[in-house]
């Protein structure tokens, strides 16, 4: 069985602060990885997306591969209230099909 | 993304009665998902389909769920004889092709079943 593994959290920072978000995937198959933001009651909107190993950068966020060890992060620096919401990480795992966590909610307090 | 349109936004059905998800994927995009989304759950694939073909319905229940998507028109995601338990949002996204790319999402179904 793929999995995709997040902590559900919630995460709590302070408004300013750094927002580590973590995901591990059990399929080393994986090819490409995303990180979604989901606000409550809204769809899915995607903000990073990854395929090699390394650090990825764009404005706040900053995605982190490292597939030797099955594991994506997501970084938000400069944390605001207006980040409050729950991101999925997502891996395509090949065969058509991309495999989403359950995700994180993260709370960014004023 | 509001590219993918789905209708209806939300849906209210009787148990036993029949639900019918739509969904148009963006202008380009041949290629659908449905996810399933439980409250303070993740998604949850249910089929892919390219036009005219289902490619994996993996995630499908084997009973009382269908999904096609036709030459023309939209992907349509049908619950037979719904229950309380086929409450939940219903998320299709689509992309241009079904290698290494990112989805775009509608807004949802929001299906109740009372």
């Known amino acids: 069985q793929k999995e995709v593994e997040q902590n559900s959290g919630p995460l709590s920072v302070p408004e300013g602060a750094i927002a580590s978000l973590n995901c591990t995937y059990s399929d080393r198959g994986s090819q490409s990885f995303f990180w979604y933001r989901q606000y409550s009651g809204k769809s899915p909107e995607l903000i990073m997306s990854?395929?090699?190993?390394g650090d990825k950068e764009d404005g706040r966020f900053t995605a982190q591969l490292n597939k030797a060890s099955q594991y994506v992060s997501l970084l938000i620096r400069d944390s605001q209230p207006s980040d409050s919401a729950t991101y999925l990480c997502a891996a395509y795992t090949g065969g058509f099909k991309t495999i989403f966590g359950a995700g994180t909610r993260l709370f960014v307090k004023a | 993304n509001a590219g993918v349109m789905q209708n209806p936004r939300h849906l209210v059905r009787r148990r036993g009665q029949e639900a019918r998800l739509r969904c148009s994927p963006m202008k380009g995009h041949s290629h659908v998902y449905w996810y399933r989304q439980l409250p303070e759950e993740g998604l949850k694939f249910m089929v892919y389909l390219q036009k005219e073909n289902i490619i994996d319905e993996s995630g499908m229940p084997k009973e009382r769920f269908s999904a096609e998507f036709p030459k023309e028109g939209p992907s349509i995601l049908r619950i037979q004889q719904v229950v309380r338990g086929d409450s939940a949002a219903y998320f299709c996204a689509s992309s241009p092709d079904g290698t290494n790319t990112e989805a775009f999402f509608g807004q949802g179904t929001r299906l109740t079943v009372v």
């Open positions: 990854i395929y090699s190993n």
